[in-house]
């Protein structure tokens, strides 16, 4: 049977049809697409496209008032008409700037509003992202995307609206000239040429830069990341300075960007107030040779009303060029961001996939006794990407309440194998059973929650240690956690620290050590009272002492629990019901303890570097020989 016909769900092509386009322009898609966002939210749109319509009409109507009070009240010399004409003139300036205010609050509520819908999109798009997808993934781009992509989609709301209302200014001021003046009006349309020219040459430009500088962003963004995370490192081996050198060849690279950018958008804007300048100088020549000898039907009245137009209609002209790049930038920054709300997954659930039933009582002191979970491969292969598999044929069953351990040289396939079985990954060949159903079937949340995992190195989040054992199962009680924690032997550990179970962890666990990281993870895993318990390398950063204390307690706490531990430290696993043995993803031996020393082979071997290394004792030495 295919993957397909089990249920598995491949890669599909995105739909969103917000890929950039061919040529690198003005793509709509994208910005209608931002449009049918605002649906929810229609109340608040609508005011925010009558005040835009309203205040693309008023700039044109103060102008206007300044030539009829000019043409009227000035030109018949009556003052008190001058005075009633500039109150009226200040009334419609005040009536600007209130449109002004609620444009521009309401557009802001607009934008914000969109960006937090955004924000959720993605991140729950990442949160069904398969494992795989973080292995290949770099941090920094998905911050990136999060912070500044969606920072630039604000923006670019806001020059949508503006852009917006300076083409309906331009469409108002044109139609009033060609009402005054249609002859003068057809000498700027002349002009026409000029600006298409500028757009052609300079907006693609513009618009590669933008998207290269949006990359140069991202992958500054995840330079700093990866330097942050590995700054123990990097300080341990004294490599300030090779950090400092990389980091730097990024900020000179979206700094270079950033200049070429800005340079073609100095050059930009300022042609076409250059152009509008040069512009109103033609229409001085022509109108006022029109208006002194009766060209065009122009009088001085029609003059003067016909120049505080152009005025308008070049400031349009100008402000909308240098809303344009930020307009592009906010495009590319778009498109990163729906690239990552289409992103499909590798893989997903099938749609047929059931619940794996869960005969728990859910409580943190029930008996985990014939709990267990049956845990199956048949010839299972797998590999992470499409080269070189790490799997082969892998087949053992695991019986509910079964310890199996997983022995063998760093790369051998140990950990990939507890990845399937907690399906982060899916295998592309062969059949992973749990309880008889094929994983394929099987929802992952289902699944999830019966498995308790520890790793060697485990992530502690911001909070209480008693916070971050809660989120083994967050219904939890105090006490319960209390009781979970004595139950691992480990109580008077975590309650000897400064605040008890109340002390903050830092980001990451920083505050706590190694080992006291380890007991939290412990009881966290334990809290759950999973079916299926994982220990990947999950005692290595604990001490001899606690080491034993906690074997002693797992001891207890494993019976009845199907439990898979991959360890390096072979005394950890000497009690397992079944040692597989891996080398080069293949199972060589399998057996328990005695039996595979018996055998004399790779498994002794391995017994033989761990004791003689000096990690076991007398009795250890003797078994090995």
Not at 243 to 248: I, L, V
Not at 439 to 449: C, D, K, N, V
Not at 527 to 542: F, G, H, K, Y
Request: glycine share 8%.
């Amino acid at each position: 049977m295919s993957h397909s016909e089990k249920g598995f769900v491949g890669v599909k092509p995105s739909a969103s049809g917000s890929a950039p386009t061919a040529d690198g322009g003005f793509d709509w898609r994208i910005f209608q697409r931002l449009f049918r966002l605002t649906h929810p939210y229609a109340k608040l749109r609508t005011v925010v496209l009558i005040t835009t319509f309203v205040r693309a009409f008023q700039r044109p109507l103060l102008f206007w008032a300044l030539a009829a009070v000019i043409n009227g009240s000035v030109a018949s010399g009556r003052y008190s008409a001058v005075l009633l004409g500039a109150g009226g003139y200040f009334a419609l300036a005040l009536s600007t700037s209130v449109v002004a205010h609620f444009r521009q609050r309401n557009q802001n509520m607009l934008g914000e509003s969109l960006v937090h819908d955004l924000r959720n999109q993605i991140f729950a798009n990442i949160q069904r992202q398969p494992l795989g997808y973080f292995h290949k993934t770099k941090l920094g781009r998905i911050l990136s995307r999060v912070v500044s992509d969606l920072e630039s989609v604000r923006r670019g709301i806001q020059l949508f609206v503006f852009i917006g209302q300076e083409f309906l200014q331009l469409a108002i001021c044109g139609s009033l000239m060609a009402w005054y003046s249609w002859p003068l009006f057809l000498i700027i349309l002349a002009f026409a040429p000029i600006l298409l020219w500028a757009n052609r040459h300079f907006l693609p430009r513009i618009h590669r830069l933008t998207r290269a500088a949006a990359e140069s962003s991202s992958r500054l963004t995840g330079s700093l990341a990866e330097s942050v995370r590995g700054i123990r490192i990097i300080q341990g081996y004294t490599r300030q300075g090779l950090g400092a050198e990389a980091f730097g060849v990024h900020v000179d690279r979206l700094a270079d960007d950033n200049v070429r950018l800005a340079t073609e958008s100095a050059f930009y804007a300022p042609l076409l107030g250059l152009t509008g300048q040069f512009f109103l100088a033609a229409l001085l020549v022509v109108s006022g040779y029109g208006a002194l000898h009766g060209f065009a039907h122009l009088d001085i009245d029609s003059l003067v009303a016909f120049f505080f137009l152009p005025t308008s209609f070049f400031m349009s002209v100008q402000a909308a060029a240098s809303y344009y790049p930020g307009l592009l930038a906010s495009q590319v920054g778009a498109e990163r961001v729906f690239q990552l709300i289409d992103m499909d997954p590798e893989w997903r659930d099938a749609d047929s996939a059931i619940a794996l039933p869960d005969p728990r009582n859910v409580s943190a002191t029930a008996s985990p006794r014939s709990l267990g979970a049956e845990v199956e491969f048949r010839d299972v292969s797998f590999c992470y990407d499409s080269g070189r598999p790490v799997l082969h044929g892998i087949r053992f069953t695991a019986k509910p309440g079964q310890t199996v351990a997983l022995v063998g040289h760093t790369g051998s396939g140990k950990s990939s194998i507890v990845n399937l079985v907690a399906k982060f990954y899916l295998a592309q060949s062969g059949d992973l059973h749990i309880d008889g159903h094929d994983i394929r079937q099987i929802t992952s949340a289902s699944l999830r929650s019966q498995i308790g995992i520890v790793h060697q190195t485990n992530f502690l989040f911001t909070g209480s240690v008693l916070e971050n054992i809660r989120f083994g199962r967050p219904s939890a009680t105090d006490t319960e956690i209390a009781e979970a924690a004595n139950n691992l032997d480990c109580l008077d550990l975590l309650e000897g620290l400064p605040q008890g179970l109340h002390t903050e962890v830092g980001e990451g666990g920083t505050s706590l050590s190694l080992g006291q990281r380890q007991l939290v993870c412990f009881t966290r895993a334990l809290l759950a009272n999973p079916r299926i318990l994982i220990l990947d390398e999950a005692t290595s950063a604990v001490d001899p002492v606690t080491e034993y204390r906690l074997q002693n307690a797992l001891a207890r706490l494993l019976a009845g629990r199907t439990s898979f531990v991959v360890a390096h430290r072979l005394s950890t696993i000497v009690r397992a019901d079944n040692i597989l043995v891996l080398d080069q993803g293949r199972i060589v031996e399998r057996g328990t303890h005695h039996q595979l020393l018996s055998q004399r082979g790779k498994y002794h071997a391995l017994y033989r570097e761990f004791v003689f290394a000096g990690l076991a004792g007398e009795e250890g030495k003797t078994a090995a020989r």
